[in-house]
């Protein structure tokens, strides 16, 4: 008989996003006239950019020529989208090294996968609440986890305990699921306290093209120190409607070299790349062509109507949660809006209520952690017409 992974043990039965597929499905079944409005999972809901779709079938168009035809590429990525990235980082005046980028299918299997590269007796530092593939991926491989507490009180961007010595810190900025964005200073201490400690900073930064403050950093790097202690995810999931088509980066800077227990010295970079090439054929050619037109100058601009679509839904919502004096975070820089239950309810018993009552689907907060217990999560990637009934039945119901 095999001896299984029996950390899978310590994992909730399912995952957050599985058991509110479960929930809405069971309702709609048992309710099928009634117009159900989903509001719930970060999926986005406008097509692609016309410069991505241009990209896309340029991809296609290469495939289809025995002179320009694509097999295997490499691991790390195209040297095209890999360029592309460097030059959209420094358009916002943050300095990366091409090379340093790895591109792969999102942000969600580099974060979960990620852990992989550290060993079990790591203190792995979590803010909760927090994004579930962060917790889950190192429950399942064994890792115990300190967390650290976002609450009403530090806006939900908890800063660092200098009582406490960390290994690993997982930040995430423009946060999921609440929204909060950290500034300038906030990510400098962050910063010290990495480098102080010799950790490393898992810094994701899906929902960066949300930002709308030049002071607030988009990025890590722009951090002074931050290619010593931090690795950087990013996705265009959200930022080019990519969550179908799958693209993805993460950059580990070459700086990021730690000794060993045989006092050998071993490189981040040179082991992710290793992970990669072994576990990883790389990401498709006609993908990359669609996010290397992203990239572009003309491309962002594209996506940023895009986000501004979203941004008014974002405001809808939030206005509505101002009429009814419910205390919420985010929605500014960020396409998520995170509010107390109203009545003090539990997010689950909140999540039945508002699909029984509303036909409104949102996220409860206590899938992302205790301090989410009494809290809710609605995105603003739903349409204008779809965002302005739900926030219409939503203030009929309070």
Same mark, same amino acid.
């Given at each position: 008989?095999p001896?299984?992974?029996? #950390?899978?043990?310590?994992?909730?039965?399912?995952?957050?996003?599985?058991?509110?597929?479960?929930?809405v499905?069971a309702?709609?079944?048992?309710?099928?006239?009634?117009?159900v409005?989903?509001?719930?999972?970060?999926?986005v809901?406008?097509?692609?950019?016309?410069?991505?779709?241009?990209?896309l079938?340029?991809?296609?168009?290469?495939?289809?020529?025995?002179?320009?035809?694509?097999?295997?590429?490499?691991?790390?990525?195209?040297?095209?989208?890999?360029?592309?990235?460097?030059?959209?980082y420094?358009?916002?005046?943050?300095?990366i090294?091409?090379?340093?980028?790895?591109?792969?299918?999102?942000?969600?299997?580099d974060?979960?996968?990620?852990?992989?590269?550290?060993?079990?007796?790591n203190?792995?530092?979590?803010?909760?609440?927090?994004?579930?593939?962060?917790?889950?991926?190192?429950?399942?491989?064994?890792?115990?986890?300190?967390?650290?507490s976002? #609450?009403?009180?530090?806006?939900?961007?908890?800063?660092?305990?200098?009582?406490?010595?960390?290994d690993?810190?997982?930040?995430?900025?423009?946060? #999921?699921?609440t929204?909060?964005?950290? #500034?300038?200073?906030q990510?400098?201490?962050?910063?010290?306290?990495?480098?102080?400690?010799?950790?490393?900073?898992?810094?994701?930064?899906?929902?960066?093209?949300?930002?709308?403050?030049?002071?607030?950093?988009?990025?890590?790097?722009?951090i002074?120190?931050?290619?010593?202690?931090?690795?950087?995810f990013?996705?265009?999931?959200?930022?080019?409607?990519?969550?179908?088509?799958?693209?993805?980066?993460?950059?580990?800077?070459?700086?990021?070299?730690?000794?060993?227990?045989d006092?050998?010295?071993?490189?981040?970079h040179?082991?992710?790349?290793?992970?990669?090439?072994?576990?990883?054929?790389?990401?498709?050619?006609?993908?990359?062509?669609?996010?290397?037109?992203?990239?572009?100058?003309?491309?962002?601009?594209?996506?940023?109507?895009n986000?501004?679509?979203?941004?008014?839904?974002?405001?809808?919502?939030?206005?509505?949660?101002?009429?009814?004096?419910?205390?919420?975070?985010?929605?500014?820089h960020?396409?998520?809006?995170?509010?107390?239950?109203?009545?003090?309810m539990?997010?689950?018993?909140?999540?039945?209520y508002l699909?029984?009552?509303?036909?409104?689907?949102?996220?409860p907060?206590?899938?992302?952690?205790?301090?989410?217990?009494?809290?809710?999560?609605?995105?603003?990637?739903?349409?204008?017409e779809?965002?302005?009934?739900?926030?219409?039945r939503?203030?009929?119901?309070?």
């Amino acid at each position: 008989m095999p001896k299984l992974n029996e #950390n899978y043990q310590n994992l909730k039965e399912s995952y957050l996003f599985s058991e509110i597929a479960h929930r809405v499905a069971a309702y709609t079944k048992a309710n099928p006239g009634k117009k159900v409005i989903r509001l719930g999972i970060g999926d986005v809901t406008l097509p692609l950019t016309p410069l991505a779709v241009r990209g896309l079938h340029a991809g296609v168009d290469a495939m289809a020529d025995s002179a320009t035809f694509k097999g295997y590429g490499p691991e790390q990525g195209y040297g095209f989208l890999r360029s592309a990235i460097h030059d959209y980082y420094a358009r916002n005046g943050v300095q990366i090294d091409a090379d340093d980028i790895f591109i792969s299918d999102g942000a969600k299997s580099d974060t979960g996968n990620i852990s992989e590269l550290f060993a079990a007796d790591n203190t792995i530092l979590i803010p909760d609440p927090v994004y579930p593939v962060y917790v889950d991926s190192n429950l399942m491989n064994g890792k115990k986890i300190t967390y650290l507490s976002g #609450n009403a009180d530090n806006q939900f961007l908890p800063m660092p305990d200098k009582q406490i010595h960390a290994d690993i810190i997982y930040l995430c900025s423009p946060n #999921n699921p609440t929204g909060a964005v950290y #500034n300038r200073a906030q990510l400098t201490e962050w910063v010290g306290y990495a480098l102080e400690n010799q950790a490393v900073i898992l810094f994701d930064s899906a929902y960066e093209a949300f930002i709308t403050d030049p002071a607030l950093p988009r990025s890590i790097y722009a951090i002074e120190g931050a290619r010593r202690c931090a690795i950087e995810f990013c996705s265009l999931s959200k930022t080019a409607g990519f969550t179908g088509t799958r693209c993805g980066y993460t950059i580990v800077p070459r700086e990021l070299v730690f000794t060993a227990s045989d006092g050998r010295e071993m490189s981040l970079h040179a082991m992710w790349n290793r992970r990669q090439s072994t576990k990883f054929n790389g990401t498709s050619f006609i993908i990359q062509k669609g996010a290397e037109a992203v990239f572009s100058p003309e491309g962002m601009a594209q996506c940023q109507e895009n986000i501004r679509y979203y941004q008014e839904n974002a405001k809808m919502i939030a206005e509505t949660l101002n009429r009814k004096n419910i205390r919420f975070f985010g929605g500014i820089h960020s396409p998520y809006i995170w509010f107390e239950c109203p009545d003090h309810m539990e997010s689950w018993e909140f999540f039945d209520y508002l699909l029984t009552n509303a036909q409104v689907v949102g996220t409860p907060g206590a899938g992302f952690g205790k301090n989410g217990a009494n809290y809710f999560r609605l995105t603003a990637f739903g349409s204008h017409e779809n965002t302005k009934e739900a926030m219409e039945r939503f203030e009929r119901l309070f």
